[in-house]
């Protein structure tokens, strides 16, 4: 209504009468939403994702429909999935970052498989509409082969860095859990050596968890762990470091328990 009047006084009316409806949308449900509890909190949360799936599964069938008449509109609905997923894709919740560790590490990996099928087929329906002649035929085919062959090379690639991702954070989150335990335990006369060796475990660790979990370009992926829960696990691990046997510590190796048990299933010691 507003995009069709020709009345300013009208828009300006319906604009403030939308920011109205969704400042008392949010007035009502802000409350219904903080009494839930923890798993209702996860479900809610988790919405986006599935819309995110939603929307991509329409915009395929939008896309399918189109072949085999219009292959150049079909490729470029199932392109543009890929730049959307280049660009910034299903959106992760940050909430529940550590109990929600074990879905991202698959999830992520099936979103970029995912995007990179749509891409892939896209491109090929692009190639088979380029006129050549006829004798050029056979080499169009094999360039279509050869962006299929790329896809299954770069998938297995994915699935790989994953599982070669778990087991380094198995890996180093244990030694660290090892590093505090013999620190909280340790003589004083061998603390600067048991902290030394228990900081150079957390910067293992630390790196490893500044990794994106399908890809290795920093801009672009989804996180081990969202930005302020890494700075609050590394301000508690100094302090563990710091002050050995505190209840720190004993908060650092509860969160690498948590870490470790997510990553359990997709540890692979052969990568």
Not at 94 to 117: H, I, K
Not at 205 to 216: D, Q, Y
Not at 251 to 257: F, Q, S, Y
């Amino acid at each position: 209504m507003a995009l069709g009047s020709t009345s300013p006084t009208l828009f300006g009316g319906l604009i403030a009468l939308s920011a109205l409806l969704l400042f008392s949308s949010y007035w009502v449900a802000a409350p219904w939403f903080v009494a839930r509890s923890k798993t209702w909190h996860r479900r809610i949360t988790f919405v986006p994702m599935m819309a995110y799936v939603v929307v991509i599964g329409l915009v395929v069938v939008a896309g399918v429909s189109f072949l085999p008449d219009q292959p150049v509109v079909a490729g470029f609905a199932l392109v543009m999935i890929w730049c959307f997923h280049l660009g910034g894709g299903a959106w992760e919740p940050t909430s529940f970052a550590y109990e929600r560790l074990r879905g991202r590490l698959t999830w992520a990996a099936a979103f970029q498989v995912n995007a990179m099928c749509y891409g892939t087929v896209g491109a090929v329906c692009w190639i088979l509409t380029i006129p050549v002649p006829g004798r050029y035929a056979p080499g169009v085919f094999a360039a279509c082969l050869g962006v299929v062959f790329g896809l299954v090379v770069s998938s297995r690639k994915v699935f790989e860095r994953v599982r070669k991702l778990a087991t380094q954070l198995d890996e180093r989150a244990q030694k660290l859990e090892k590093c505090l335990a013999r620190l909280s335990r340790g003589a004083v006369a061998d603390r600067r050596h048991l902290q030394d060796a228990t900081e150079d475990a957390w910067d293992d660790l630390h790196r490893t968890l500044r990794s994106k979990v399908e890809t290795g370009f920093h801009p672009y992926g989804t996180f081990v762990l969202p930005t302020d829960r890494l700075r609050t696990l590394e301000a508690l691990v100094k302090e563990a470091i710091a002050n050995p046997g505190a209840p720190a510590g004993r908060e650092v190796i509860a969160r690498l328990t948590v870490l470790r048990a997510a990553c359990a299933t997709k540890i692979d010691t052969v990568v």
